[in-house]
């Protein structure tokens, strides 16, 4: 450009920005990205880690700072994701060049960690590269990928707060961790053959095996039949070839875990189409870098073991998430590979090398273990297409510590969830910070998890809980730990109903404020009257709610005892429906003998051990075991998912007739408003039976006319409302077909209507609805 060209010109003006960015920022290639956006726009200045995101500052043209920030907000590195971005105006230095600073620790931690990401496609074209340094190396990973909450210890995430601390990087890799141009620059866990962790294989008593290559001969064994224990991010799995039906069944009897449906991984896409009918969004969603497991509709003659998952049509299917599991399909000696939480029944998963081989000895006949600690146990996530929208069924690898939202400010607070499939919550803020998947609190060892999991999230975060949030029931054992802990600390203590608790989690997912009509449908749920809550249409504000209506109260006879033997459920509910329970008849339906039924009967009549419900979950249950003749269940909720599985083959849209419950005004001082009666519902199911109508068909007219049934209830409650809102919640939500349904029936009806998104509908999502609840309470702001 010639002097006479720049003649008349005014230098351009030089500002500074400082930029404060909130999210998950950190471990994520968050501060290599802005390294290289702030050298394409020509600005100096620096970014550093701290203990709310990252802080940056830039100087240059205004108009290259603009630029830069609208970048920043708009090209983001595929793990990250921010909730907000501050610019302030600071006055110009002079600077020049560009830096990465050392991270600051100042005051409480307010970043987000990032989840465990699946193994990216750079790093997957090197692992299976001969000519690359890191070829078949089963620990490489990048700011793109690679484990990240399972191995931290704290905030902010670098390298001495991980368990990668122990591993002192060679040149090479310490070259790629200091050069921000590399997409190594502060990936913690960087490592190679030379300096990273190592695999080795072990027998069942926990010797060493002479083998050159642990992983070959791994699957070697493992296309042989063997079990195998093998060592991944979150904790071990216990694995076995999918297509061996011997291998199979000798895993579920060494687990214990008899029926339960066993998770299958398969080494791509490709793969996952040979064995299911996937849909293009069932694809997607296998594919994102949560890498869930994936409930789909298995093929006729797929090659899978009938044992994996039987009596229903669904696989539970998901892709290689680690180098590790990658390489275990790389030689194709096996195309799918059970992949089961390593533990015996509801057990925490096991981590530690030593504790599996104590834990697993008598499970497994090798283990294929490694060197890099696992810090957090976290069991794979589990997900499904609901109305084609992904829905989580258990949040944990892949979306744990990802915090959730809140519409609300919520003060320091604990929320301990509910018994079963436990998660805690911690929020503070805006923000609610939800542990991994627990499992069942039904011992001490369940509990140990529970209160390390705990601990770590309280350190993590540096929330110490003023108010510590509950269910009502007082058998729950997070009930009486939740009491107990916060009378040592004097800690607020709140309970909260169960049902109350799930809808309030659906309206604050959406940011629902307001009222809403709430269908709280689960198997479970200790009520205000003292009695087993389950089939409830709420009229819900975030912090209180009436009960407008609910499924007829029938027994339970044997108590939980009628959970795992359905045809007890199916007993009570035909007694209370004034059907001979003593019946040939009925006998022959039940498969009961007339010396059982007759105890069952008299103890409902002597209100003895027969505690009542109004739990649509039993409803289900019960008519399960009449139409698929499911008297006993080897995991909760069987027989109510295996008749959801027989009716895929019909329509949704199914003549209900006399299906369909009917609404009743509650008798006179009941504290609700309507009753939801199933007496000709059952007539009419007996009748198909009898009459041989195909059990795909009472299924689906079953399910039709239970959802009839609550939409009826729900359109009642408007019309004494006005609130045309309507939040879905529950357990009962994971059936896709029923969740259907209540949607596009209510939606017909002129409803909006909202679904759980980012935490599950069931008890998983149980301590955000109590965080939620207990909040509003305790008179936060809103807006």
Known sequence: ???????????????????????????????????????????AGSIGNDTDGVTIEVEGPLERLNAFVHRLRTELPPLARIDSVAVRELAATGEVGFRIIASEVLGRVSTGI??????????????????????????????????????????????????????????????????????????????????????????????????????????????????????????????????????????????????????????DVEAARAVCALTAEEEALLKTSARPIVLVRKTDGCGIAENVAPGIP????????????????????????????????????????????????????AF?????????????????????????LRRARGFVPLAVPLPIDAPPLLAVGGHLKNVLALAHGRRVYQSQHLGDLENLTGLEFFKESLDHLMRTFEIEPRTVVHDLHPGYLSTTWAKEWARERGLELIGVQHHHAHV???????????????????????????????GEVLISRLDSFERFAHLEYVP?????????????????????????????????????????????????????????????????????AVVRGRRVVDYEAQAAIELEGIAVSEPDRFERGEYVPELHEADEGSACEAVIRTGKMWKAVLEDIWRGVPASRISARFHAGIAEGFINAAANARIKTSINVVA???????????????????????????????????????????????AAMMGSHVG
């Open 504 to 534: 309030a989690g659906c309206m604050a997912e959406h940011g629902l404020i307001g009222e809403a009509i709430g269908l709280a449908l689960d198997g479970t749920g200790y009520g205000t009257d003292g009695r087993v809550w389950g």
């Open 728 to 774: 879905l919640s529950g357990g009962c939500m994971h059936n896709r077909r029923l969740a259907r349904l209540l949607r596009s029936g209510l939606e017909e009806e002129g409803f909006k209507v909202f679904m759980h998104r980012q935490v599950s509908p069931g008890d998983g999502g149980l301590s955000y609805g109590q965080v939620v609840v207990g």
């Open 368 to 392: 294929l273990m490694h060197d890099r600690e696992i810090l957090q146990r976290c069991d794979d996530s589990v997900a499904a297409l609901v109305d084609g929208v992904p829905q989580l």
């Open 314 to 365: 669904w696989l539970g299917v998901f892709l290689p998430y680690a180098p590790l599991q990658h390489l275990l399909f790389a030689s194709g000696q096996v195309r799918a590979l059970v992949m089961t939480s390593a533990n015996l029944g509801e057990e925490p998963i096991a981590i530690d090398n030593d504790e599996a081989l104590k834990r697993l000895g008598g499970i497994a006949d």
């Open 114 to 267: 990032p989840a465990d990401a699946a193994t990216c496609a750079d790093c997957l074209r090197e692992l299976l590269d001969p000519a690359d340094r890191r070829f078949s190396y089963p620990f490489l990973n990048c700011t793109n990928c690679g484990p990240r909450y399972t191995i931290t210890r704290r905030i902010p995430y670098d390298r001495p707060q991980t368990s990668m601390t122990h591993f002192a990087m060679c040149a090479e890799c310490q070259a790629e961790y200091d050069d921000p141009r590399n997409r190594r620059f502060h990936a913690q866990p960087n490592a190679c053959w030379k300096c990273g962790p190592r695999v080795w294989l072990v027998d069942s008593d926990g010797a060493a095996m002479a083998v050159e290559n642990p992983v070959a001969a791994c699957v070697d064994r493992l296309a042989a039949g063997d079990i195998i224990a093998i060592k991944g991010i979150g904790g071990f799995h216990l694995s076995v070839d999918a297509a061996n039906e011997e291998a199979v069944v000798r895993v579920r009897e060494r687990k214990h875990r008899y029926g339960k449906p066993l998770a299958v991984m398969v080494r």
């Open 1 to 43: 450009m010639t002097d006479e060209t720049n003649r008349g010109r005014e230098p351009r003006e030089v500002s500074r920005r400082g930029v404060s960015v909130r999210g998950v920022v950190q471990g994520v290639g968050f501060r290599p990205f802005v390294y290289r956006l702030a050298q394409e726009e020509g600005l």
């Open 556 to 624: 339970m006879p044997g108590g939980d005892a009628a959970v795992k033997e359905p045809w007890r459920m199916a007993l009570g509910a035909l007694h209370a429906a004034g059907f001979d329970v003593e019946s040939e008849q009925m006998l022959a339906l039940l498969g009961a003998e007339r010396g059982e039924a007759r105890v069952l009967k008299r103890m409902i009549e002597r209100q003895i051990n027969s505690p009542m419900t109004s739990s649509l979950g039993r409803l289900f249950d019960a008519v399960g």
